[in-house]
């Protein structure tokens, strides 16, 4: 039987409580506003800090006691600070659409709900919207875990004066859609070429008769399976939602940990934060030894290499140029060390970024 008294005790109890949450988060927001104040009379602030709010969330899941887990204790966080940033500074951040697709959703996991995202085409008209000063940030796919870099993003950085300011990497979860919740009654399949890469083996398994139609984007293949009748995509979670559509199975990425890392770019250099990263474009002569003696220079100052890709640098035929991410942010002294002999080595070294490493 249950204990009337008891119950209505922990009710009151979290009453109470929520009280002084509610009060604590008014508390913080005032502060956030005061903030804004100190910063009004100068037209270079910056107000978004992500160094500051990596800072912020890992200390909140260090002292994370549960029974809620970090990465839930984090997005409430998180959540708080994007709603005070708000009151301060509304902000626009660009991302590949269309509405609903993973990208979205690691602009919302990295900034919170309280900014406006904005939808774009292509990887480059990203770019474009955050130089043109329309977006104050924009978010790309870099590489999946799965299935490799994204080489139109790489490719982007070596005009473009941006620089990346964040990353964020995002668990892919892809889900079965359709209007209809029956399996047997899917005819055609729309997909984007990595979602049917990265489920080839439950297809193969529980859909092998059925037709595919490769489209440009996972929501442009939830938006085609909401129009047509018998047809199914595979998707996010926020895509079901958008477009209405009922999941017919979930999880059925073929790896468990599938993950997709993004990068936030802008116009600014993020300050450290302790746990930082930095991404390097670098171009030497096409001679035995060049790359060894390039990379020689980190072993030499103890800075690890995380990363390493090559491109071709349309300068000329066989020329390529190295994409590198490093551990440490460029103004510690054993990276700053290193870049002035990596100068002395190199064709150019470009810093695109030094930049908090993902906190979650």
């Known amino acids: 039987m249950e204990d009337t008294n008891g119950l209505q005790a922990v009710r009151a109890r979290i009453d109470a409580i929520d009280e002084k949450i509610q009060s604590l988060i008014t508390e913080r927001a005032k502060c956030a506003q005061e903030v804004a104040r100190q910063k009004g009379g100068d037209a270079d602030a910056v107000y978004y800090r992500p160094e500051r709010e990596a800072q912020v969330l890992r200390t909140v899941m260090a002292r994370n006691e ?12 998180r959540e708080i600070m994007s709603s005070c940033l708000a009151l301060q500074y509304p902000m626009r951040i660009a991302f590949l659409g269309p509405a ?24 480059d008209e990203v770019f474009r919207e955050v130089e043109s000063g329309n977006a104050h940030y924009g978010v790309v796919p870099v590489e999946n875990s799965t299935e490799g870099v994204v080489n139109h993003t790489l490719d982007m950085f070596m005009n473009s004066p941006l620089k990346i300011y964040g990353e964020v990497a995002l668990r892919i979860h892809h889900h079965l859609m359709s209007t209809t919740d029956d399996l047997k009654s899917i005819k055609k399949l729309y997909v984007h070429h990595q979602a049917h890469a990265q489920c080839r083996s439950w297809l193969d398994a529980n859909l092998p008769a059925v037709a595919y139609a490769v489209v440009s984007s996972n ?26 559509l009922k999941i017919v199975a979930s999880n059925i990425e073929d790896e468990p940990d599938n993950t997709t890392r993004f990068l936030v770019i802008g116009h600014h250099l993020a300050q450290p934060s302790g746990q930082d990263k930095t991404s390097l474009l670098v171009s030497t002569a096409n001679c035995p030894g060049a790359l060894h003696n390039l990379l020689k220079v980190f072993a030499d100052h103890d800075i690890s290499m995380s990363r390493i890709e090559s491109r071709p640098s349309r300068r000329g035929m066989w020329d390529y140029v190295f994409f590198i991410d490093i551990e440490g942010h460029v103004q510690e002294p054993a990276i700053e060390k290193s870049l002035q002999i990596l ?17 979650l």
């Open 219 to 244: 929501a442009e293949a939830a938006k085609r399976a909401a129009e047509e009748r018998g047809a199914a995509a595979i998707a996010g979670e926020m895509a079901a939602e958008i477009y209405d």
């Open 100 to 123: 609903g697709t993973f990208t979205q959703a690691a602009a919302n996991k990295h900034f919170g709900s309280a900014v406006t995202t904005v939808p774009l085409a292509a990887i």
């Open 66 to 77: 549960g029974p809620l887990d970090d990465e839930t204790m984090a997005h409430h966080f």
């Open 343 to 359: 100068k002395k080595e190199a064709y150019m070294v470009k810093v695109l970024g030094s930049y908090p490493s993902a906190v």
